[in-house]
Every structure is written in C-alpha cells, then in structure tokens.
C-alpha cells in the first residue's frame, strides 16, 4: 500500500474530497493521487480550500484540480522526457519539465520550422501624364501686353485635366523678372489631343528671354467634355484686323450639354496659331438634336491675318 502524503509538507493526514482528490488537513494544499504510475502530481495553482466553505465547494475545487492535473498528466506522458528523480516521500511525484539537450522545453516557444514566406499583392504604379510644347507665337496687344499662343498636346496615355502653360521672363543678368501662367480654354485633353493656350502679360518688365514650362496633372474631378458639330460659319471682316465669326452649334450626342464653348484659332501658312478667341454659345443648354447660333469677336489677340480658321464646339453633360 502506498503512504499518502502531501507534497507541500508532506503531511499524511489529508480529506478526501473526491475520487483520488485529498486536501492537506495541515496545509490545505489541494492533490491528486494517480495509482495507475503510482505517484501523486500536485496541481499548479495553489488553491487553499478553508473547511469553512464546506464540502460542495471542495468537491468542485476538487474536479477542476482533477481537469487541470489530467491535461498535465497527458502533457507528461506525450512528451518525451528523462526518467523522473523522487526526492520526495514514497508515492508523491513532484512535477517535472521534460528535459531535451540540456535546456527546458517551452511549449510555448516559436517553431524552429522556417517562416511561410507572406504574399503581397503589388499595386501596379499610375501611369503619370505627359505633355509637350508645340509651336509657339508672340503677339503685342494695343494698350502695351505681351501675349504668346503655344501649342499644347498631349503625349502621354492618360487624359490630363487643366492644361497649362508658365512662361518665366529674364533680364539680361538672368535673373528673373516675371512669371506668366496661361489655362487653356479647352480643359480637358485625351491621349494625343492638343489645344492652343493663351498666356497673357499685361504688363511686362524690362527682359531679353522667355522659359516656357509646363507641369501635366490628371483630376479624379475634370469630367470629360462632349464635343459637338459645328455646321457652318461665316467671316464677317470689321475695320482692320478684326472680324466677326458667326455660325451654328448642333449637340449631335444623346445628352443634354451645358457650358457650350466655341474655340476659334486662326493659323499661318505654317500651322503656327496667330490668332485666338473664344465664347460661349448663345443658347445656354442644348437638349440632345437642338442647335444655336454663336458669334465670335477676333481681333485682340491677332498676330497677324489668320490663313485658316479652326472653329470648335464643346460642352459639359448635364446632371
């Protein structure tokens, strides 16, 4: 028969509170007996039972100590381990860490297995929008302004929204004395489109060069502009330079159009734009089918006689 003792004090006068559950009379430490390995594991967490609380209470401090004790026990029997070493009274176990190579064994501890690689998915970078400059003119208007028209395309595969022109103006040290920047009226241009850009200085300072640059951007907030026919115009000359250019705006789309421009660029017999103006049509919104007349004054930002007229139409969709 095997002497019961507990493995705090290893006291012999004990409870017995459940099956092989016993409470140290001396001590009240809580253990449990295992007669199948003939030693007795004492639980982890040290709860003192007071006999004041009465036996219902040590009989399920009892149970959950046997729950507990059991995940030890099947712990210690799966894993591999030197043979146990009794130090203390016959029958009593005290509880031992499996020892592999020299060092304690952490259940917890990470997994010497190679880390799985993560996978990340890669955005593909945006295709950032580019531009060049084409020809550009220099004109004078009557009251003293310098004005230049340049031809802007774009070059890239995006559609660039606001289309822009800098012109910076430097003395004859270099330094510079003036800075201009121009929009164009056509706000909008798709891949391999091109506009002409009016950059005005009213009054310019005193310089001997000019730096023209140009800076593409795309807005999530530029909406793409419905073009529409331009049936017929005619040239109205007026005294000098100027002239009247009339004509008839048709929305041929199937929605409605508002803000409807109409851009006239007048060129020389190398393609260089010489002359600009712009208006908006007379007919405020344009229901799909329906046409209005325009009329576009051309005379301040002439160069000189235009020999062909390019005259276009474009509108916004109507929400």
């Known amino acids: 028969m095997i002497e019961i003792a507990c493995p705090r004090c290893s006291s012999s006068e004990a409870e017995k509170v459940a099956p092989d559950v016993f409470v ?26 007071a ?29 591999p381990r030197s043979p146990p070493t009794r130090t203390g009274p016959v029958g009593v176990e005290p509880l031992q860490i499996p020892v592999s190579s020299g060092q304690a064994s952490n259940p917890r501890a990470p997994s010497s297995r190679p880390p799985v690689p993560s996978t990340r998915l890669e955005m593909p970078a945006p295709t950032p929008p580019t531009a060049e400059l084409g020809a550009t003119s220099k004109g004078k208007t009557s009251i ?50 091109s506009t002409t850009i009016l950059v005005l200085s009213s009054k310019p300072p005193a310089y001997t060069r000019t730096e023209f640059s140009i800076d593409p951007s795309v807005s999530r907030y530029a909406s793409e502009p419905l073009d529409l026919e331009v049936r017929e115009h005619v040239v109205n000359p007026q005294s000098g330079s100027r002239s009247e250019i009339v004509g008839t705006v048709h929305n041929q789309t199937d929605v409605s159009a508002q803000f409807i421009h109409v851009l006239v660029i007048g060129r020389n017999d190398a393609g260089d734009p010489v002359a600009y103006s712009s208006t908006f049509a007379t007919t405020k919104n344009l229901a799909p089918g329906e046409q209005s007349g325009f009329k576009v004054r051309l005379g301040t930002w002439v160069i000189e006689p235009p020999k062909t007229l390019e005259v276009s139409a474009f509108g916004r969709p109507l929400n």
């Open 51 to 79: 006999p004041a609380k009465g036996r219902i209470a040590l009989l399920v401090a009892g149970i959950v100590g046997l729950v507990f004790a059991g995940g030890i026990a099947g712990y210690l029997l799966m894993s």
């Open 144 to 193: 003293g302004g310098h004005f230049w028209l340049v031809t802007y395309k774009n070059s890239g595969e995006v559609a660039i929204a606001r289309p822009s022109v800098a012109i910076g103006l430097f003395n004859e040290d270099g330094a510079r004395v003036g800075e201009e920047r121009g929009y164009a009226t056509r706000d909008y241009l798709r891949p391999g489109e």
């Open 24 to 49: 140290c009379s001396h001590c009240h430490t809580r253990y449990i007996v295992d007669h199948g390995h003939a030693r007795l594991a004492e639980s982890r967490v040290h709860t003192v039972v």
